[in-house]
């Protein structure tokens, strides 16, 4: 199928899988994809290293915005796709645990690690081309994207494909845990100042509860086609 040169944002609640439909888009239709999530998620562990955030989850904003000035978090490609890294170090495992999972959110609101996130995303996606998910792409990071998905999905089942993930990852986790850390950052991300999550109003829903990944290929293509022709 021909896929013209668009840039596609899908924006939605935690683990509604997101980046699973965005890197399968990005192999079938060669677009680079980006996770913007991964990006928070390493100024997040920055932080959590550099004792800028308390055992109660409490952020030294002063501090952390001091060090976003030389802070090197980056994207980088390699045989298997991109990585994210902060300085020379590939952080693909650390960022995803439970740990930087209970604090990023409440690191995303501030207004200035924002601002150092978009500016990195949007310079990535200059090339277009480019699927990217998160939870501002279509509203604030690329306003003018060509298509915008906004995924949903039921909270068990979002709880239950994170533990899976999780565990196949051999992090240890329990269902409380993990959908308690699902509600609380959906909770921080809608309700922020700064470019909080919300659908934008081009943007078309996608709720994949009972839906496989083959399934969502199947809509996105129907999608593109309705738009664009074959
Ligand atoms: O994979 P999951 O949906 O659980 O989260 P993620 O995409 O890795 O994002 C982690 C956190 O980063 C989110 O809960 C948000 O607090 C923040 N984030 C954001 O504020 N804006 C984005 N564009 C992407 C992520």
């Known amino acids: 199928?021909?896929?013209?040169?668009?840039?596609?944002?899908?924006?939605?609640?935690?683990?509604?899988?997101?980046?699973?439909?965005?890197?399968?888009?990005?192999?079938?239709?060669?677009?680079?994809?980006?996770d913007s999530g991964a990006m928070y998620r390493a100024v997040t562990l920055f932080?959590?290293?550099?004792g800028m955030i308390s055992e109660?989850?409490?952020?030294?904003?002063?501090s952390l915005n001091d060090a976003l000035q030389s802070l090197d978090?980056?994207?980088?490609?390699?045989?298997?796709?991109?990585?994210?890294?902060?300085?020379?170090?590939c952080v693909d495992q650390d960022i995803r645990t439970i740990g930087v999972s209970s604090n990023v959110s409440p690191v995303a609101v501030i207004p200035e690690v924002r601002r150092y996130v978009d500016t990195k995303l949007v310079e990535y996606g200059r090339a277009g081309r480019?699927?990217?998910?998160?939870?501002?792409?279509?509203?604030?990071?690329?306003?003018?994207?060509?298509?915008?998905i906004f995924m949903v999905a039921?909270?068990?089942?979002?709880?239950?494909?994170r533990l899976k993930e999780?565990?196949?990852?051999?992090?240890?986790?329990?269902?409380?845990?993990?959908?308690?850390?699902?509600?609380?950052?959906?909770?921080?991300?809608?309700?922020r100042e700064t470019s909080p999550l919300r659908q934008a109003e081009d943007a078309v829903v996608l709720d994949n509860t009972d839906m496989t990944l083959e399934d969502q290929m199947e809509w996105i293509k129907a999608l593109i086609?309705?738009?664009?022709?074959e």
């Open 225 to 229: 086609k309705s738009r664009y022709g």
């Open 47 to 50: 932080a959590m290293r550099n």
């Open 166 to 191: 999780m565990r196949a990852s051999g992090q240890e986790a329990d269902f409380a845990t993990v959908l308690a850390n699902l509600k609380s950052r959906d909770y921080i991300d809608s309700h």
């Open 1 to 34: 199928m021909h896929v013209p040169d668009i840039i596609i944002a899908i924006d939605g609640y935690s683990s509604t899988g997101k980046s699973s439909f965005a890197k399968l888009i990005a192999k079938e239709f060669s677009f680079l994809y980006l």
């Open 130 to 148: 480019v699927v990217m998910d998160g939870r501002d792409i279509g509203t604030t990071v690329f306003p003018n994207a060509d298509i915008k």
């Open 73 to 89: 978090i980056h994207f980088g490609k390699g045989a298997d796709g991109w990585h994210t890294f902060i300085g020379e170090e």
């Open 56 to 62: 109660e989850g409490a952020v030294d904003t002063g």
């Open 154 to 161: 039921d909270d068990n089942v979002r709880a239950e494909r």
